[in-house]
């Protein structure tokens, strides 16, 4: 009886285990965590705007002090909370364990979301979600109202005014329409001009108020020194109101690089607690 013989198969060598890790971006979890993000950040303006609307007490400085600085850190609190909201899923989806491409996936989120908010309240688009994400622009063009002097709209409306006050006659309409134009030529003239201007608009006061040219002259004179002092008290104003603007301008400037910073840093611990998460989970199974 024959006996069968098995030879045995040569050992396999077992080699080293190497493990590699995608590296790569997921756009797909990119554009998720920005439209978590943006919704995030839309439903807390929607709050704000909410609590805002409901403590609104209608006086002339509503915007001014407390109520800016109320809705500027709202505007910042809900970027940092849609950051890190957005980095954290993106972080999360993307299904990487590294530690460097989940935060990058966060940035890469808030990038995207920043240039999408950027795009929507710069275009037609914003018309349709101005009152959810306006609240840092509302704050800073209510801080310029409220600020600004008032300025002077006209600074011949109170000189013509006087003029007309009290010219009568024979046609008395066209007698303040003359003594107005000619008063008017005066303080608007070149200083080459101003004296023969001058002897008109002492005529025209004069025959138009029956009184003599000695008595009209003073008057003229003190209309010219009024239309100087509006004249100056406007560019006075002027510079004042751009001032201001440029205060706040730049005060809102630096508020939204200190925000997009905060909502940069919040994506990037939003990705990475994302794949701290992810770690956790594959240890425990």
Known sequence: MSETVHTPSPATTAGPTVLVAATGISWAAVFAGAALALTVQLLLHLLGVGIGAAAFAPRGDVYAGPGAIASGLWFAFSGVIAGFAGGYVASRLSGRTGTTTGVYHG??????????????LTTSAGALIGGALGGLSSAVGGRIAASAPTMVADPFAEIEHQIRDGIGGNDPAAMRDATVAAVRTLVT????????????AVDALARARSIPVTEARPRVEAYERAYRSAIETGRKQGEELAAATAA????A??????????????????????VRRVEILSELS
Not at 107 to 120: E, F, I, Q, R, S
Not at 189 to 200: D, G, I, L, P
Not at 248 to 251: A, E, L, R
């Open 248 to 251: 706040v301008v730049s005060t």
């Open 253 to 274: 400037a630096f508020f939204g690089f200190f925000s997009l910073v905060l909502g940069a840093v919040a994506a990037w611990l939003g990705g990475w607690y994302g």
């Open 107 to 120: 940035l890469t989120c808030w990038a995207v979301t920043t240039l999408v908010v950027v795009y929507l």
């Open 189 to 200: 003239s070149e200083e080459m001009e101003t004296e023969h201007a001058r002897a008109r």
